[in-house]
């Protein structure tokens, strides 16, 4: 499988995957079979595949796609919140910085206003970030049952809304990446705001003449003051005392304002001591924090790109690496390695070496009981084969309820998987209706907390001639689509049996 997808790669893989699933999947699987086909010309790591149709269906495709909308929008929105963070942070700094002459700057009222709060969002998302990896809490899409409520009939929409549907509602992983992703522009939009909140003050005090005091009606002193002074300067009081960079106590009481006594008798030194001490407060409170939960949430965002896989690479690995059991066509050479046809002896000498200890499972194929002895062996796992795509098949007996089906993951818990994946085909009457219980039994087949598990519903029509295996009614497989798709995000595809 393909690692290291970023979120535009994954959304356009997840835009494809939605119009597959609006597609015959008879011809879903006829298109990769030719990709895999060409992969192997080329040819195509194992690893490759999915990095391999992506780049193919990029190529064949009209229209915009997701990562075309996705890439210019994020610039655009970063510029957007790079700008206005600065021309904030420099509207914040130089309306704090007003002086009159006969008024000095409140410090105060500065660190009140421009780096407390910063400083407090810093320690809120540092907290929110240290939860999360702690595994106690996680970013998820608040409005996901609202969305739930509204799209009850996926297969109503259009594309476009059914692949946002699918966005939001499928296996966690767009929540988890637009968290980031958003978490990382938020930090971007406050990293510039602290930014610009420094800028203003050097400009301010470089090109203008300011003094700055401190005032308070509590009974509170010099020495108070100067043990608040120390306390916030703690991250730089290892840098020397020569820099200037903390204001003396001396200084502090002599830049203490009284409204009643004016300005006048206070030196001038001790009015321009506070400078310094403010613009370290808003580097190491406001600005190098950002910095880091931005470099985090940069950190994090493309961690879980390089280690998540995507669900449907699973799927598309197996119908391009899907062996053909049928006569080859023009656009299938038989002389390719992927075309593959056996007789019934090699078949059985393979499903019993499957049910061996230790022996490597390709699928396993779900027939009814009632069924049993009906359909030839060859022709069940060459049905079998052409659309779960590995081998060896192996074919088990279950009914398409809840209990049964969990019976077979249960027996099946053991098995190991060829290519580390588990794929289960279940064929079914068409045209019996679905009823609540075989939904279930899908819902229970197919769930798989690790996504790695793929379910695929091959369905048969009335039995004619003797013949059971029979192409389903378009009626009846339109009615089983629909029963199908209320289990979204659950994905189960659909395919008609073959004559």
């Given at each position: ?160 809304a059914g692949f946002i549907r ?200 779900l027939l009814p009981p009632e ?129």
């Open positions: 499988m393909k690692h290291g997808m970023r979120l535009g790669d994954l959304l356009d893989l997840e835009w494809f995957l939605e119009q597959d699933r609006l597609a015959d999947p008879a011809e879903t699987l006829k298109r990769d079979r030719g990709l895999g086909l060409d992969a192997q010309a080329v040819p195509v790591p194992a690893g490759g595949l999915g990095a391999y149709w992506l780049q193919r269906r990029r190529a064949g495709a009209s229209g915009a796609l997701p990562s075309s909308i996705l890439g210019p929008g994020l610039t655009a929105l970063r510029l957007l919140l790079a700008c206005a963070g600065l021309l904030a942070g420099v509207s914040l700094a130089r309306g704090l910085l007003l002086y009159s002459g006969t008024r000095p700057v409140n410090v105060s009222v500065f660190l009140l206003l421009a780096v407390l709060p910063q400083a407090g969002l810093c320690l809120v998302a540092a907290i929110l970030l240290a939860a999360r990896m702690l595994g106690m809490g996680r970013f998820h899409v608040p409005v996901r049952p609202l969305f739930s409520l509204l799209w009850r009939r996926p297969g109503r929409l259009s594309p476009q699918t966005l939001f509602l499928g296996h966690g992983w767009p929540a988890r990446m637009l968290g980031w992703e958003s978490l990382r522009l938020l930090q971007l939009g406050g990293l510039c705001l602290a930014l610009g909140s420094l800028a203003g003050l050097l400009v301010s005090v470089t090109v203008t003449d300011l003094a700055f005091g401190w005032q308070s009606t509590l009974r509170v002193g010099a020495a108070g003051m100067h043990a608040v002074v120390s306390f916030l300067s703690f991250p730089w009081s290892w840098l020397p005392e020569g820099w200037g960079l903390v204001p003396t106590l001396g200084q502090i009481e002599g830049s203490r304002i009284v409204l009643k006594e004016g300005i006048s008798t206070l030196a001038s030194a001790d009015l321009i001591a506070w400078w310094p001490f403010l613009a370290m407060c808003l580097l190491c409170y406001a600005l190098l924090p950002r910095l880091a939960l931005l470099g985090i949430a940069h950190r994090s965002l493309r961690s879980l790109e390089r280690g998540f896989v995507h669900p449907g690479l699973g799927r598309i690995a197996d119908r391009m690496a899907a062996p053909l059991v049928g006569t080859p066509g023009a656009a299938e050479p038989e002389s390719s390695p992927l075309p593959l046809k056996r007789g019934a002896a090699e078949r059985k000498e393979e499903a019993a070496a499957a049910s061996g200890a230790g022996a490597r499972t390709g699928c396993v194929f069924l049993r002895g009906r359909i030839g062996e060859d022709d069940l796992a060459s049905m079998a084969l052409r659309v779960g795509g590995h081998d060896p098949v192996r074919i088990m007996h279950a009914e398409l309820e809840a209990g049964d089906a969990q019976r077979v993951l249960d027996e099946c818990a053991g098995l190991d998987w060829a290519g580390g994946r588990e794929r289960f085909v279940v064929l079914v009457e068409a045209w019996q209706p679905p009823i609540r219980e075989n939904l279930q039994a899908l819902e229970i087949l197919g769930r798989d907390q690790g996504d790695n598990r793929s379910l695929t519903l091959v369905l048969c029509g009335r039995p004619s001639r003797g013949r059971w295996l029979t192409a389903p009614d378009g009626v009846d497989r339109d009615v089983w689509a629909a029963a199908v798709e209320r289990l979204a995000p659950l994905r189960v595809d659909i395919f008609g049996a073959l004559t």
